[in-house]
């Protein structure tokens, strides 16, 4: 099975000013709004920045957060009235995935302003590999209208590549890694009832359309017992462990099948579970960039549009990664791009492959400046 390697250290630019930050984050679905709204605070606080975090539905905090939350970092209701508006708006304002800042602290940001410097204002964008994102990276956008009419707002684009905004990578996540690694992955898989020779898949997804023929597979193997094969599918909780319920609902031989239904943990955790296992299946936004700092084996279940316009998204994502033949056509299947019979077998060879490919892309993400250091580099700029 694919050894997990860890991360090589790189020095982390630790110069920027502190200032308040004012994030601004609404919850459409799922965790990935909470999720990348928490790790970007976390991340600025280790920082040196001060973050006040507002949330609609903080709700996800309590089991995602490791606890205590950082110094620095509060987190507070969205602001229904005047009452709830600091007296000072922070030095930058950033509202996460569009979502727009509420009346009554854009009425005080606006006089603020007028009195005095505009913070910088900044909207932080979903994650896409498409090539709109660099394009758009680091726009202005200037408000025609309303309390803020005059003043900027900027796009800044989280991307894959050296000219869009990059990804969250902590500081101390090379470190985090190595201590994993030096105590013992299997020390991690035998708590989860797994040994060494054991495929563990872990499985974090929507409803993908070829799971039961996944499962198939996988039972098939099972009873075949091939020696170092033996999966052990990992389930989190909700939608993926309902997935897999509701699959063997339906085909009761998969009861055979070693499912580990696992519970909520904190992020830091969560990672820790996808360096432990030899395939991930993640969805998402912020669980798809933790596997491929994972440097593991990794399939994307990816957020569903009506559209469709998951589908061009996808397969830009599969080409910066460079994805092998079976990898694609797994994706194309797992997503529902192509006959879900059409999904490839799992061997240890195909997973051989699929770990280099995730190694070589973390190498060149690795090269890059990652998001929050970028954050604070254009904020500094836009001072
Ligand atoms: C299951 C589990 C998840 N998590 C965290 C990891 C991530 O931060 C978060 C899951 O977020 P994602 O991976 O992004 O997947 P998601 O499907 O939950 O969120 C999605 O929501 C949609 C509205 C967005 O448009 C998508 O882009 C995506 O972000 O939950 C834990 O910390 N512990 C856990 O036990």
Known sequence: MPDFLPLSPSAVPSNAAPRTWDLFCQVIDNFGDVGVCWRAASELVARGQTVRLWMDDASALQWMAPLPHPPGLTVHPWPASAADVPARVGEVVVEAFGCEIPAPFLQTLAAQ???????????????SAEDYVARCHRLPSRL?????????RWFFYPGFTADTGGLIAEHDLAARQAAFAARGRSAWRAAHGLQDGDCAISLFCYEP????????????????????????????????????????????????????ALDTSPQPQFDEMLWACDLNLVRGEDSLVRALWAGQPLVWHIYPQD????????????????????????????????????????????????????????QKLHAQTDLIAQLLQFVAEKS
Request: overall charge neutral.
């Open 307 to 362: 559209d469709n316009a998951h589908h061009a998204k996808l397969d830009a994502f599969l080409d910066w990664l460079q994805a092998p033949a079976a990898l694609r056509s797994f994706h194309h299947a797992w997503n529902g791009l192509a006959p879900a019979d059409s999904l490839p077998r799992l061997t240890p060879g195909l997973l051989r492959e699929w770990q280099a490919c995730t190694l070589a892309a973390r």
């Open 113 to 127: 302003a007028a009195a005095d410097r505009p913070p910088v204002w900044i909207n932080l964008e979903y994650l």
């Open 209 to 260: 359309p070829a799971l039961p023929q996944l499962l198939a597979q996988l039972r098939e193997q099972t009873a075949s017992a091939q020696a170092g094969w033996q999966p052990q599918l990992l389930t989190t909780p909700g939608r993926a462990t309902a997935a897999v319920a509701a699959a063997r609902q339906a085909d009761p031989r998969l009861e055979s099948l070693d499912v580990h």
């Open 144 to 152: 025609m209208s309303g309390p803020a009419s005059g003043l900027t």
